[in-house]
């Protein structure tokens, strides 16, 4: 465990030679206790942060992806941190799936009654990521990020807004173009105001249409199920691909036909994950 003493273990589990831990910490950016799990390899060599969708938590990930046998076979230690504040008394915060808020979709909020506390960005990139990368002893040469769904969304888009921070992104079932979908388009309006100027600074597909070159040398993963019933309206994988071509900057987007937006699918597909980061970190 960090030696951080506000730093609390929930539980430590055994798993694949490594352990799996689930922590608490009260963060100065948020103000709210937050939670989130952390997998250690025997030997970690690099970091995978991997952020969850709209209706998850810390848990979704860790204990339904069936990540740790790989990660520990590659030295990949694993961060999952919680999709958003808990515990607010904020009036819509228990119902994100039907209002697209509540869940935090990694964007520092600017609006009422959102502001005080939804901080995703901020939290992820100036509180827990460098805590985590000081006790694993790595830097962002050693650290990537993915996410599924409104992880996706929050993996591509901290990834093109924090240039060097990460060095390596996926993203399972993406959020590609939230201005242009009814689950972004919620959300911002909610969490940012009516400024679609400000919206587009959280848009994958714009965010790599303003690139000036390739951001990530290496290559972008992404994979899409078919059978998706978010494909068309949210998720709109097409219009980050174009970018890339309007970029140059390689992507290999794979759709897969019968799969949908689901765990299953993301089982299926996440040890392509975890060997695209471990062989760029």
């Known amino acids: 465990m960090s030696s951080d003493v506000s730093v609390e273990l929930l539980s430590e589990h055994s798993c694949f030679g490594g352990r799996q831990q689930f922590r608490r910490h009260q963060s100065a950016v948020t103000g709210l206790p937050m939670r989130y799990a952390l997998f250690l390899p025997p030997r970690p060599r690099a970091l995978l942060v991997f952020l969850a969708g709209l209706t998850c938590s810390e848990e979704t990930f860790t204990m339904k992806a069936g990540a740790q046998r790989l990660a520990s076979e590659l030295g990949l230690a694993l961060l999952m941190p919680d999709t958003s504040p808990r515990g607010a008394a904020v009036p819509g915060e228990s119902d994100s799936w039907d209002f697209g808020l509540a869940a935090g979709f990694y964007l520092d909020a600017t609006q009422p009654p959102w502001a005080t506390h939804w901080r995703m960005e901020s939290y992820l990139l100036n ?137 299953y699918f993301i089982a299926s597909v996440i040890d392509e994950h975890l060997r695209h980061h471990a062989a760029l970190l």
Not at 219 to 238: C, H, K, S, T, Y
């Open 127 to 263: 509180e827990l990521l460098p805590e985590v990368q000081a006790e694993l002893g790595l830097d962002a040469a050693r650290t990537g990020i993915s996410g599924h769904s409104m992880g996706g969304h929050g993996a591509l888009t901290l990834a093109l807004r924090h240039p060097g921070r990460f060095a390596a992104v996926s993203a399972i079932a993406p959020i590609c173009a939230p201005v242009d979908c009814p689950w972004g388009r919620k959300a911002f309006a909610g969490y940012l105001g009516p400024d679609e100027s400000l919206w587009a600074r959280h848009d994958a597909s714009r965010l790599m249409r303003a690139q000036t070159q390739p951001p990530f040398a290496g290559g972008i993963l992404v994979d899409q199920g078919l059978a998706d019933i978010f494909l068309l309206e949210q998720l709109q994988p097409e219009a980050l691909e174009a970018a890339c071509v309007a970029v140059g900057q390689p992507l290999q987007l794979r759709r897969h036909a019968g799969y949908d937006h689901g765990y």
